[in-house]
């Protein structure tokens, strides 16, 4: 059994995956800054200044008003961060695009690389008598001319 998990674990295809796992994790901390960072505070001056992290449906409490998401969570309301939703999507969209542009293009790289090698596999050599007449013509050029 500690084979079978050995070769399970060892495998291209396992390694592979935790070497994508591990980089998307990175490239999300990224897009979160971005998001975060970048795009929603410029989204937020144009609605008016208003944080969609902040947006939230305010479902226990009615009779109190909060002036964040973070202040009803703290007090123990039952509020639905529709905001902090909001983010998350925007965030999911961003990594959909950068991912299906990453792989368009590694197909693409691919399919010129294989393409390539079709063209290369399709050059056939020539035929022998061929060959033989041109050793026949080298040797030839090759020999000293008799005066």
């Known amino acids: 059994m500690l084979k079978e998990f050995r070769e ?29 960072d ?41 509020v639905i961060g529709y905001g902090s939703f909001l983010n998350a999507v925007i965030k999911f969209v961003i990594v959909a695009i950068a991912l299906f542009i990453i792989v368009k293009n590694i197909n693409r790289v691919k399919k010129a690389m294989e393409h390539e090698e079709e063209r290369k596999a399709d050059v056939a050599p020539p035929p022998r008598q061929e060959v033989l007449l041109a050793e026949i013509r080298d040797a030839l050029l090759e020999r000293p001319s008799r005066g």
Request: glycine share 10%; charged share 15%.
């Open 8 to 36: 399970f674990a060892l495998k291209g295809n396992v390694l592979d995956m935790a070497v994508g796992i591990i980089i998307g994790a990175a490239f999300t901390t990224v897009v979160s800054s971005l998001v975060d």
């Open 38 to 78: 970048v795009l929603m505070p410029p989204i937020g001056v144009m609605m008016g200044g208003i944080d969609f992290s902040d947006y939230y449906l305010q479902l226990t409490n009615m009779d109190q008003d909060y002036p964040s998401l973070q202040a009803a969570r703290d007090a123990g309301v039952t």
